[in-house]
């Protein structure tokens, strides 16, 4: 965690946390895509506020699931049902654990309480959650519509990463506390929302990330909205393309400051009018994960992708994935190299070549930048 919220950074919920109350955590990923006919920041906030509520809207409706993780308990908190009818509205929300196996790894812990907080750790009880949204509907098909334009289009697409953090006393009644989630969840999503209407340029989106702060002396548990990939001295103002694209202070220039898939998006915007998908890894260790996604952007797009995770920066120039047994490889260049195209050199000294899953550092996360050719339909 950082070691405290930065002023900028959109605040989401303060969290009550007693003694031996529950501590519910769902966790999740919102797709946000859309279209946009020219690339002006004007037309893109627009069709951000668009895409927020239809998203809001989902949130609020019958399609929203919640799977108790390590359970078979899933929740449609909008309309009532579950797949366990012995635990009803009325039941106290403790009643939950007696379908969990609990077994929590150390990311949790490490987390939402500090090693040395031993009595925390020993009286909070927690219910990590999976946020979903049903694909399936019971409305009758209806036919395709499908309508032809010839121009060109940015299409943007990105996952907002949910993290959202609830405590609440065992006796509470099940039914108030679906409602306390979906409320919470909300939230989250209006706090996004400023956060990447704050920091938007042009095409150019943020990736707010979750951050969960337990305050010296207090018994608060504060979530902020943090924009993924920014420095702490770069949220009021983003500091030679970078400082054109009124990203960076003209004393950027020249300097040895680093730049992340963040900036490598808003330079490829502003010198080439390029578009691309941030892609958030929450752990090195999720990479593997990413095959597909992976695979078909190099089949589809062929540009190399940007990736920047803890302190250190690669370029992902392919990979090798295996769709049936899930064993990925990439090929992976080192950025940080200068000299001659000398490819014997690049080769003997490892700038270039396969590497394993075990490359990455599994505790960090990875913001990974995906250039996006521009289409016309």
């Known amino acids: 965690m950082r070691p405290g919220p930065a002023p900028a950074a959109a605040l989401t919920d303060v969290v009550i946390l007693e003694a031996m109350d529950i501590l519910f955590r769902i966790r999740g990923g919102l797709d946000l895509a859309f279209q946009l006919g020219t ?7 627009k069709a951000l506020g668009y895409v927020f509520s239809d998203l809001a809207n989902k949130l609020s409706s019958e399609f929203l699931v919640l799977r108790i993780c390590h359970s078979s308990v899933y929740v449609w908190p909008n309309n009532g049902m579950t797949t366990v009818p012995e635990l009803t509205d009325e039941s106290a929300c403790k009643e939950i654990t007696r379908f969990i196996q609990f077994d929590q790894d150390d990311e949790t812990k490490r987390k939402l309480g500090k090693k040395k907080d031993k009595k925390l750790q020993d009286t909070q009880q927690i219910v990590n959650v999976d946020l979903m949204l049903e694909m399936t509907s019971s409305l009758a098909a209806l036919a395709p519509v499908i309508e032809r334009e010839n121009k060109e289009h940015h299409y943007i697409n990105m996952t907002l990463p949910v993290d959202v953090v609830v405590s609440v006393s ?7 506390v679906q409602n306390l989630l979906v409320k919470a969840i909300h939230g989250q999503l209006n706090d996004m929302e400023r956060c990447i209407m704050k ?18 002396g207090k018994n608060h548990l504060v979530t902020i909205s943090y924009p993924t990939g920014i420095s702490d001295d770069q949220l009021e103002s983003y500091r030679k393309a970078l400082v054109d694209a009124g990203d960076k202070p003209a004393e ?3 300097s040895r400051q680093w730049i992340g898939s963040i900036e490598v998006q808003l330079v490829l915007n ?6 691309s998908k941030i892609l958030f890894v929450r752990q090195g260790s999720e990479l593997a994960l990413q095959g597909r996604e992976l695979a078909n952007h190099f089949k589809t797009e062929g540009t190399p992708i940007m990736i920047g995770g803890g302190v250190l920066a690669h370029t992902i120039l392919g990979v090798a994935w295996n769709e ?12 940080h190299y200068t000299g001659g195209e000398d490819l014997h050199v690049i ?7 396969w590497k394993g899953p075990e490359f990455w550092n599994k505790d960090a996360y990875y913001n990974l930048c995906l250039p996006q050719r521009p289409k016309a339909i």
């Not at 690339?39 to 906030?45: G, M, N």
């Open 252 to 254: 950027f220039v020249g």
């Open 170 to 176: 065992p006796e509470e009644t099940w039914g108030k």
């Open 324 to 335: 049936i047994t899930g064993q990925i490889k990439y090929l992976i260049l080192d950025p």
């Open 199 to 216: 920091y938007v340029k042009g095409t150019s989106i943020v990736v707010p990330e979750q951050f969960h702060f337990m305050l010296p």
């Open 270 to 275: 502003q010198l080439f009018g390029i578009t």
């Open 347 to 353: 080769l003997e000294k490892g700038l270039c070549g």
């Open 39 to 45: 690339t002006d920041e004007a037309s893109t906030k």
